[in-house]
Structures are given as structure tokens and as C-alpha cells.
């Protein structure tokens, strides 16, 4: 199994850009997670779902969208980027309750913006 | 407001130390307790988890001890090693299917 995995791993954007970070989970998952990450802060909750077609808000979510069309995948979009979401940005799975509450990390994707 | 607190921020200790990171939580519904680990340019990977039900638990070197009444918990490192140097969240979650706030994470020196 590959596990979580994230595309791409490196990225540079320029002001107002658009992207798309992907997150794959091969584990067949319900719920999975997307958070940022930044010197000093923690990880930080952009947006969540508990299964395809659910998704929720978390801590952070200004400037970012997301979908949930099927288990596998959870897309994170970034629409007009700015310096501020310069970060790591990481996509996490889990199974849902009542099975083990371990969430899995993907590597991350390390992200730009100038 | 910031769930879960934890300190120091940093740490650095001699092989064979025990490092001790503290968190410190608000919430009194948490009911599951983890310490998660992360290696420089990796994404953070379980190491172990509590619940408030027992005091202490152990995993090899690796040790949570947990103070319900004091709404706090620590991780301490047994016999420490220069593999260990990472940086380590602890977080906190209840009711099983709410999203994980993590503390703002310590990072680990353990120097030869």
C-alpha cells in the first residue's frame, strides 16, 4: 500500500495564481484532512471530510476549497494565491470510529507564493 | 484560543537523556491524546496515544504520562538517541470523530 500520497512536492506560484494540490489514500478511508504547516505554528486545519460528497471547514479555511467526489481523493484548491499561504501543506486519512483513531500523513507539498 | 499548549518549544539534550515535552489542554470532552513525531521533510507519523482512562503508557522507550485533574499530559524519552532528534506534536481530539488540534510542537535536539 502506498498509503497517502501528495503531488506535487515542490511548487512556486506567483501572486493570484491558481493551483491544485492532489492527496490520494489508498487505505479506503472515510475521513481524511488537510492542514498546514508553518515555523513554529503546528499544524493547522483547512478543511475536512468524513466521506465523498462531506466536507467541513477547519481552523483555517479562507483562500482554499475543497472537494470529496469519491473516497480516494480529497483535491485542495487554491484560488488567487497569496504570500500568506506560504506553507507545507499536508492531506491526512483515517478510518472512522469506532476503529483506531491513528490518522496517516502524507509527505507533504511545500508551496511558494511570491 | 489555543487548545492544547505545549512546551518548550525547543529542546536539546545529551544521548541518553530523558527529554521531557509537556502539553497542556482546555477542553475537558478530550478523550484521546497522541503525540505524533516528524523527521525533517517527512509528514508527522503516530508514535503513541493515550486515553484518560489510565495514567501512564508505555511503548518502548516512549512514555505519556497523563494527569486527568491537572488537564495535562508529557512525553518523556527513555535513553535517549540522536535518531530521536524530530520535532513532536501532541494533540487531542474527543468523541472520536472530531479533527485533531495539535500543539505548536517541540523540536528535538539529541546531540552525541
Known amino acids: 500500500n502506498a498509503g497517502v500520497t501528495q503531488t506535487p512536492k515542490f511548487r512556486i506560484l506567483k501572486i493570484g495564481q491558481s493551483m491544485t494540490l492532489q492527496c490520494t489514500q489508498d487505505?479506503?478511508?472515510?475521513?481524511m484532512y488537510w492542514y498546514r504547516q508553518d515555523p513554529g505554528m503546528g499544524l493547522k486545519l483547512i478543511y475536512y471530510?468524513?466521506?465523498?460528497?462531506?466536507?467541513d471547514k477547519g481552523e483555517v479555511p479562507n483562500g482554499y476549497n475543497v472537494s470529496r467526489s469519491t473516497t480516494e481523493d480529497f483535491p485542495l484548491r487554491l484560488e488567487l494565491a497569496a504570500p500568506s499561504q506560504t506553507s507545507v501543506y499536508f492531506c491526512?486519512?483515517?478510518?472512522?470510529?469506532?476503529?483506531?483513531?491513528?490518522?496517516?500523513f502524507g509527505p507533504g507539498t511545500r508551496l511558494t507564493v511570491l | 484560543q489555543q487548545q492544547v499548549k505545549q512546551s518548550p518549544q525547543s529542546l536539546i539534550v545529551q544521548k541518553g537523556g530523558i527529554p521531557i515535552i509537556n502539553c497542556a489542554y482546555e477542553?475537558?470532552?478530550?478523550?484521546?491524546f497522541p503525540w505524533y513525531q516528524q523527521f525533517p521533510g517527512k509528514g508527522p507519523a503516530l508514535l503513541i496515544a493515550?486515553?484518560?482512562?489510565?495514567s501512564e503508557k508505555k511503548e518502548g522507550r516512549f512514555t505519556i504520562s497523563f494527569n486527568k485533574s491537572a488537564k495535562q499530559f508529557s512525553l518523556h524519552i527513555m535513553d535517549s538517541q540522536p535518531g530521536d532528534s524530530a520535532t513532536y506534536f501532541c494533540?487531542?481530539?474527543?468523541?472520536?470523530?472530531?479533527?485533531?488540534?495539535f500543539g505548536k510542537g517541540t523540536r528535538l535536539s539529541v546531540i552525541a
Open positions: 487505505m479506503n478511508h472515510n475521513y
Open positions: 494533540a487531542a481530539s474527543w468523541a472520536g470523530n472530531t479533527p485533531l488540534v
Open positions: 491526512a486519512s483515517r478510518s472512522p470510529p469506532p476503529s483506531t483513531d491513528t490518522q496517516y
Open positions: 471530510s468524513v466521506g465523498a460528497g462531506i466536507t
Open positions: 493515550i486515553r484518560p482512562d489510565v
Open positions: 477542553n475537558t470532552a478530550f478523550d484521546y
